[in-house]
Antibody
Framework: EVQLLESGGGLVQPGGSLRLSCAAS????????MSWVRQAPGKGLEWVSA????????YYADSVKGRFTISRDNSKNTLYLQMNSLRAEDTAVYYC???????????????WGQGTMVTVSS | QTVVTQEPSFSVSPGGTVTLTCGLS?????????PSWYQQTPGQAPRTLIY???TRSSGVPDRFSGSILGNKAALTITGAQADDESDYYC??????????FGTGTKVTVL
């Protein structure tokens, strides 16, 4: 069964850092691009970042560029999101999502994790 | 800043048909934006319905269909059922690895 399991969420102070993980199983992880998508409480979905299957290409929404870093360890079938300089507006449920192809371009998401909550507050 | 627009809400009767649209604040949506559609119920992760304009994801019933209507992407639900009551989001691929979600449409079945 194809599965994605996020972890690493929690409460962090403004300006702080947090690293999210997404453990993948049931498919050849390195063959597919992956993304992080977030949803603030009561709000819509927002694409955050994507990474190609090899990890050689990364992409970011303007709202997180320079503060967040996406990476992956294909030997561990795990996706990461390093979040620095966190702000109150980063408070959201963070979902990892598997892309349909490897390239993270001309593409869409087909499998979603259950999400992990990040709260930025003093 | 690109805004992807959707109707805020729609109401449909059980067994009825509803078409949701996904447009751009400036310009037209075409297949080159690889529009995709996602369904989300409160407290749950999104579920993929349609990708690449009109390809149904695995296990999605054929009452869901995607298309381009005029200058927008569209999701049509034919023969709506009670469990279709959800929020629906479109996504457009903007190039250079960037994706943008639409504002979302809340569908009520009553």
């Amino acid at each position: 069964e194809v599965q994605l399991l996020e972890s690493g969420g929690g409460l962090v102070q403004p300006g702080g850092s947090l690293r999210l993980s997404c453990a993948a199983s049931g498919f050849t992880f390195s063959s597919y691009a992956m993304s992080w998508v977030r949803q603030a409480p009561g709000k819509g979905l927002e694409w955050v970042s994507a990474i190609s299957g090899s990890g050689g290409s990364t992409y970011y929404a303007d709202s997180v560029k320079g503060r967040f870093t996406i990476s992956r360890d294909n030997s561990k079938n795990t996706l990461y999101l390093q979040m620095n300089s966190l702000r109150a507006e980063d408070t959201a449920v963070y979902y990892c999502a598997k892309h349909i192809i490897a390239a993270a371009a001309n593409d869409a998401f087909d499998i979603w994790g259950q999400g992990t909550m990040v709260t930025v507050s003093s | 800043q690109t805004v992807v627009t959707q109707e805020p809400s729609f109401s449909v009767s059980p067994g009825g048909t509803v078409t949701l649209t996904c447009g751009l604040s400036s310009g037209s949506v075409s297949t080159s934006y690889y529009p995709s559609w996602y369904q989300q119920t409160p407290g749950q992760a999104p579920r993929t319905l349609i990708y690449s304009t009109n390809t149904r994801s695995s296990g999605v019933p054929d009452r869901f269909s995607g298309s381009i209507l005029g200058n927008k992407a569209a999701l049509t639900i034919t023969g709506a059922q009670a469990d279709d009551e959800s929020d629906y989001y479109c996504v457009l691929y903007m190039g250079s690895g960037i994706y943008v979600f639409g504002t979302g449409t809340k569908v009520t079945v009553l």
